[in-house]
């Protein structure tokens, strides 16, 4: 349900940009942190669903996905967070912080020449 609701947001700025500029949009990139993740197949499907019939029917929609980082409290090190080995990558302290985790963005928009 998630994905829908972020889908048609999504496709309404995206007519939107396409009605200032004046072209079809092709392609588009949105990226997301990890707290905010969006499931790839669902958001596709429903991006799709939403799209049929407007000006961005058959256009496509990359998702990227930024990784969580951390901070460690022990030797300061950025990190990217992995929960299968939850800790720090240089001095393997688990005394760390989560940096703030990456919006949900919608990034580029490709249109027609």
Do not use: G, H, P
């Given at each position: 349900m998630h994905e829908t609701m972020v889908a048609?947001?999504?496709l309404r700025t995206i007519i939107e940009q396409a009605e200032q500029v004046n072209a079809k949009p092709i392609?588009?990139?949105i990226s997301c942190g990890q707290f905010?993740?969006?499931n790839?197949?669902?958001?596709?499907?429903?991006f799709e669903t939403a799209a049929a019939g407007t000006i961005c029917e058959k256009m496509t929609l990359e998702i990227k996905h930024i990784p969580l980082r951390a901070t460690c409290?022990?030797?300061?090190?950025?990190?990217?967070f992995d929960v299968s080995k939850p800790h720090c990558a240089a001095c393997e302290s688990s005394?760390?912080?989560?940096q703030p985790d990456a919006p949900l963005l919608l990034e580029t928009i490709e249109f027609e020449e």
């Open positions: 048609e947001s999504i392609s588009a990139i905010n993740t969006l790839d197949e669902v958001m596709s499907f429903a409290k022990q030797c300061q090190t950025i990190f990217e005394d760390y912080v989560f």
